[in-house]
């Protein structure tokens, strides 16, 4: 259980200690650390820090070979991906990742596969279309033929189509301009709000600290540093390392 906001609030997700390895190459070192349900997380750091593999092993791509990963007390560590995304967890991977020849509408389809995301899967359109209505205006547009702004907004519609508790964001401003940057966490935000946990990853050091609730600091495989969004805001290592950028 964790404190936020004067509220005592359930703790949603657990890392404990993990070890993950590349064939012969340590990438995460005893990494730790919690979400808690209604949360925004972000986590920070350099390329090349383990922040994609942390995500990755979370949702059962890679499997740590020491620690623990429980999502709800139930644990998710040497589970398949098909069975995480069952649990509840969704994950946005880096690079807007769309069906080219598919149309918009058609991939938020596929989005909702799961038996109880079709059942409210009108519902569910409504809600991505609030978020992004671009896409209402291309529901009939190919997925190919979208601006790198417009896929990130399908690949992020797509993943809420799952009616996830836990979504996990993977550099989702990478590559947009500024207002399409604004726009994206203006939406995570209000996705959050909807009662959507996240867990992001992004380099965007100032947007990403402004709306998350907590931060880690990746670095070298290894958790240096926690604090609130406003803790780490104030970071002298922060500020020099990421804000002074």
């Known amino acids: 259980m964790s404190r936020m ?9 657990a890392v404990d200690g993990i070890d993950v390895s590349y064939r012969d190459v340590q990438v995460l070192r005893d990494v730790s650390l919690y979400v808690c349900k209604g949360e925004i997380v972000t986590v920070i750091g350099p390329n090349g820090a383990g922040k994609s593999t942390l995500l990755n092993t979370i949702v059962g791509f890679r499997h740590p070979h020491k620690g623990s990963i429980v999502f709800e007390d139930q644990p998710i560590d040497h589970l398949t991906p098909e069975k995480v995304v069952r649990h509840g967890l969704t994950t946005v991977p880096e690079g807007a990742r769309v069906f080219a020849e598919m149309s918009v509408l058609d991939n938020l389809k596929m989005g909702s596969y799961l038996k109880e995301a079709r059942g409210r899967r009108d519902e569910t359109l409504q809600r991505v279309f609030q978020f992004f209505p671009r896409l209402a205006e291309r529901m009939h547009q190919k997925g190919g033929t979208l601006s790198g702004g417009e896929r990130q907004m399908l690949a992020i519609s797509r993943a809420l189509m799952s009616r996830p ?20 966490f203006e939406a995570i935000r209000g996705i959050a709000a909807t009662g959507v946990t996240v867990l992001l990853v992004e380099q965007n050091v100032h947007y990403s ?13 290894r958790i240096v540093l926690q604090g609130t969004g406003h803790e780490m805001s104030d970071n002298d290592h922060v500020r020099k390392s990421y804000l002074a950028l």
């Open 209 to 221: 600290l402004e709306i998350t609730d907590r931060a880690y600091v990746l670095e070298n495989g």
């Open 5 to 13: 906001a004067g509220e005592m609030t359930e703790t949603l997700l």
């Open 165 to 184: 508790k836990l979504l996990l964001l993977d550099e989702p401003s990478l590559g947009l301009a500024p207002l399409l940057v604004i726009k994206v």
